[in-house]
């Protein structure tokens, strides 16, 4: 990547050193980086020594046939006992593990840790009597209610992997994922509660179980809206039915460390989505180490919120087995932001620790500060911020407006496939910069490499690449260690290929640069769309933007915009497109200037809050949009096909 048109980012001055009392208690210091550097396994050793083990492994890492790992190898242990029973046999059983929030207003429920001890009992006792055992995988389909948290629980204790569906996806994404990893029980709920509304989930399921032939034995159903519902006598089985009056006694087996935790399906760019496959004494080790380390928990007296649906990796490693593995209290929340709802709620339950995804954060700047500004946050003393690049302007947005400008912000770069945060800042050790992520956490080691695999050095950009085994990595595709194997590693001998583009400033720190994928080509110069999505967003009308290259017969590629402007902008006035065009050109040059501009009042986003660029480059390019089944809101293309066809 050329470094003349890279180097506008990284000219990024402001930096925010961590507060002082936050920098003293920091659970960790910056001794961390050379304790990893100089033994690497002795470091996860300590990590994984923080959990409860049934016996103890006799090996750290097993690299011997790469890359398939094998770490703390001969260990055993149980995932949900780790994350429920050991807190309550450490006398903290009344602690309140989940503060439920709803979406129905006052719909709120506390679940203690000796409850949820409880409820995960009674639930793996009732999965067992429906004939699930170990080794059997169970597929989930639910909204963001407490008993998704002991569905997935209850199948780590049997050590059935679970496989968890957003609840967004249609029913064939639904039947796809249950065939591939062979689910025979499903559990789901009637519905859940979307926009103030009940929205029904109990048909599709029905109509994927359809598709599955007779694969599915069972399908255990929450009753959560009370709409009505199609029964399958024999097949279908009420949860009220079926866990509530069974035994809250479960003696816990101990699995192997790298007994399977669960698959988590990512859509690849084409064809089948791919099965990430996560195992336990790993996994455990790396989320609760790193949940710990870098929101810096303190388990007494932080209230931890991470925004994330349980659907999605962030999910599954910062909301479920993190957490709950270091005994947080957390706050889990069913709906989608609403404009202050968020904000009510941090206040309420006086949250410390909040982390989101930069999609939700450039929604609220849209709205206007006015919103939180009417809510008292001060318990804030943490902000995270995962899933794409974060915009410098969002950072500072976010970093003032929510976290009073006394909140560090750690912009925390992973993966479904890294299971755990790789590169981030550590909030009582690095004076942040608007825009990076920094740098690899202790005990990880990545680097910025050119096509031949060459460290590119400080002030050049590359692709993002990881140099050595870490304890949650992806084990490998579910049923496919071909696939696995070319997905990312093949590029380069012994390297793990991430898939994304960085720049390494000339401190060192880590500019992510988005998917390569989505580095344009425009006259020979590559530029980045992160990039001029940040110069979108620096403007002040600016509320949103994602830029795709779209061919283009002079220049291969051409640089297409699409904006959303923020509320207080009104229609951006006339000219608003050329002020945006000059915007860009004086931010970045006029290389980058967008050949268009299209104002627009959405954008589309999949679940997890990633812009779908692939569909905006079939509008740049005049083609039939794309498959749109993984959007959150499959609507969202005919908004911005109707805006185009108007202004053509
Ligand atoms: C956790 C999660 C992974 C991809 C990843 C990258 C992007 C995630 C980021 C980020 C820049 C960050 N990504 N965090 N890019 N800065 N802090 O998002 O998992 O859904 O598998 O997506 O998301 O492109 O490769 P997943």
């Known amino acids: 990547m050329s470094s003349d048109t890279l180097a506008n980012l990284s000219n990024e001055e402001r930096r925010f050193e961590p507060p002082a009392d936050l920098a003293n208690e920091a659970n960790v210091k910056a001794e961390a980086y050379d304790r990893a550097d100089s033994d690497r396994e002795a470091f996860w050793a300590d990590a994984a020594d923080r959990l409860d083990w049934g016996q103890k492994w006799d090996q750290v890492l097993d690299w011997s046939n790469p890359p398939f790992a094998k770490w703390f190898v001969g260990g055993t242990l149980n995932a949900s006992v780790n994350c429920v029973d050991r807190h309550v046999d450490a006398g903290n059983g009344d602690k309140v593990a989940i503060h439920w929030v709803g979406e129905p207003d006052d719909d709120t429920r506390d679940i203690t840790y000796a409850q949820l001890k409880d409820e995960v009992s009674k639930a793996a006792n009732a999965l067992t009597e429906l004939g699930v055992k170990k080794g059997d995988r169970v597929a989930i389909y639910m909204p963001m209610i407490p008993e998704v948290v002991v569905a997935m629980l209850a199948c780590a204790r049997l050590g059935a992997p679970h496989t968890v569906v957003f609840g967004g996806f249609s029913a064939d994404a639904l039947a796809s994922r249950i065939t591939d990893c062979d689910a025979q029980v499903v559990i789901t709920s009637d519905g859940g509660y979307r926009r103030g509304a009940a929205s029904a989930l109990k048909p599709a399921v029905d109509e994927a179980v359809e598709k599955t032939g007779d694969l599915v034995r069972h399908v255990l159903v929450v009753r959560r809206t009370g709409q009505d519902v199609a029964w399958d006598e024999g097949r279908d089985v009420w949860w009220h039915d079926a866990v509530d009056g069974a035994s809250s006694d479960h003696e816990a087996e101990m699995h192997d460390s790298e007994h399977p935790l669960y698959v988590m399906y990512t859509s690849g760019t084409t064809g089948k989505p791919k099965g990430i496959l996560h195992t336990t004494g790993g996994y455990l080790t790396g989320t609760s180490f790193t949940h710990w380390e870098v929101f810096d928990l303190k388990p007494e007296t932080d209230v931890y919120w991470c925004t994330a649906d349980v659907g999605w990796v962030t999910g599954h490693s910062y909301m479920v087995y993190g957490p709950l593995a270091n005994g947080a209290t957390q706050v889990m929340y ?315």
């Open 334 to 648: 069913e709906g989608t932001p609403e404009k202050g709802r968020w904000w009510q709620i941090v206040e309420d339950y006086k949250v410390t620790i909040f982390y989101t995804a930069p999609t939700a954060i450039r929604t609220f700047m849209k709205q206007g500060r006015e919103i939180p500004d009417g809510y008292d946050m001060s318990s804030l003393r943490l902000l995270g911020s995962v899933g794409e690049p974060i915009n410098p302007e969002a950072y500072v947005w976010y970093r003032e407006v929510i976290g009073g400008d006394r909140c560090p912000v750690v912009d925390t770069w992973w993966q479904t496939e890294t299971g755990q945060i790789m590169i981030s800042p550590l909030p009582g050790v690095t004076a942040g910069k608007p825009g990076s992520a920094m740098k690899a956490l202790p005990g990880i080691s990545a680097d910025v490499v050119d096509d031949d695999a060459r460290s590119v050095g400080n002030g050049n950009g590359g692709y993002l690449v990881l140099k050595e085994p870490w304890p949650a990595m992806l084990r490998t595709l579910w049923g496919d260690d071909e696939r696995f194997k070319d997905t990312y590693w093949s590029r380069w001998e012994g390297l793990y290929f991430a898939g994304d583009g960085a720049k390494l400033d000339d401190d060192g720190d880590i500019w992510l640069l988005g998917r390569v994928d989505d580095v344009m080509n425009v006259s020979g110069h590559r530029l980045s769309t992160t990039e001029i999505e940040s110069a979108l967003v620096s403007h002040p009308k600016v509320a949103e933007a994602a830029v795709v290259g779209a061919a283009d017969e002079t220049t291969g590629q051409a640089v297409c915009a699409f904006v959303i402007l923020r509320d207080s902008a009104g229609d951006g006035g006339e000219d608003i497109v050329e002020e945006l065009r000059k915007h860009v050109a004086k931010e970045i040059g006029a290389i980058a200037k967008p050949r268009q501009i299209m104002v627009v009042p959405e954008l589309p986003k999949t679940r997890s809050g990633k812009i779908m660029r692939r569909l905006l480059k079939d509008v740049a390019e005049n083609r039939e949009v794309g498959d749109v089944t993984t959007l959150a809101d499959s609507t969202v293309m005919d908004l911005i096909k109707e805006k185009e066809s108007s202004a053509a």
